[in-house]
T-cell receptor
Framework: DADVTQTPRNRITKTGKRIMLECSQTKGHDRMYWYRQDPGLGLRLIYYSFDVKDINKGEISDGYSVSRQAQAKFSLSLESAIPNQTALYFC?????????????FGPGTRLTVL | AQSVTQLGSHVSVSEGALVLLRCNYSSSVPPYLFWYVQYPNQGLQLLLKYTTGATLVKGINGFEAEFKKSETSFHLTKPSAHMSDAAEYFCAVSDRGGYQKVTFGTGTKLQVIP
């Protein structure tokens, strides 16, 4: 079984709709991240969480919100989706006790906003 | 602020030829360095990392990279390309302390020609 799972894997929605992307992990890691990937831009950090009570904005948080429901679950919400939020979204985890930040990625969610 | 530059968004090599993917970084202190690979329709997975010690690091699938402080480079190489190496490769840099923010490059798509 995958250590980091994301649901749904694909989603098509319309402008203005609220969307939630979910991430679960069985790695026991304390840190979790949400990224978006756009062609030619690499990965950009949306939000990150060091534990359930510690949530921080990344470089492109506008239009997004998150919830850390438990150590193993981290959800990303688009309150009112817009077409330029069409992208591939990745959840990642890391072990905060390590001296280096090696990240483990989920399989991604492809979101299309029409 | 740290940054990563990957030269060449697309690289094509013949099967059996040398693979060389270039990565240069900018960081105020010696960083941690990573190479990740993304196969089609999958998340990123770690190929190799440099944290400390030997500057030539070996990773999975026959890849290796050398940390050259004087050149601020961390180029990825493989002596002989295989068809299964076709993927997108991301170089990443991380701080050594504090939040350990990870910055990803924009990626290089490797095409292997039979």
């Amino acid at each position: 079984d995958a250590d980091v799972t994301q649901t749904p894997r694909n989603r098509i929605t319309k402008t203005g709709k609220r969307i939630m992307l979910e991430c679960s992990q069985t790695k026991g890691h304390d840190r979790m991240y949400w990224y978006r990937q756009d062609p030619g831009l690499g990965l950009r950090l949306i939000y990150y969480s060091f534990d359930v009570k510690d949530i921080n904005k990344g470089e492109i948080s506008d239009g997004y919100s998150v919830s850390r429901q438990a150590q193993a679950k981290f959800s990303l919400s688009l309150e009112s989706a817009i077409p330029n939020q069409t992208a591939l979204y990745f959840c990642a985890t890391s072990d905060g006790t390590r001296s280096y930040n090696e990240q483990f990625f989920g399989p991604g969610t492809r979101l299309t906003v029409l | 602020a740290q940054s990563v530059t990957q030269l060449g968004s697309h690289v094509s090599v013949s099967e059996g030829a040398l693979v060389l993917l270039r990565c240069n970084y900018s960081s105020s202190v010696p960083p941690y360095l990573f190479w990740y690979v993304q196969y089609p329709n999958q998340g990123l997975q770690l190929l190799l990392k440099y944290t400390t010690g030997a500057t030539l690091v070996k990773g999975i699938n026959g890849f290796e990279a050398e940390f050259k402080k004087s050149e601020t480079s961390f180029h990825l190489t493989k002596p002989s390309a295989h068809m299964s190496d076709a993927a997108e490769y991301f170089c990443a840099v991380s701080d050594r302390g504090g939040y350990q923010k990870v910055t990803f490059g924009t990626g290089t798509k490797l095409q292997v020609i039979p």
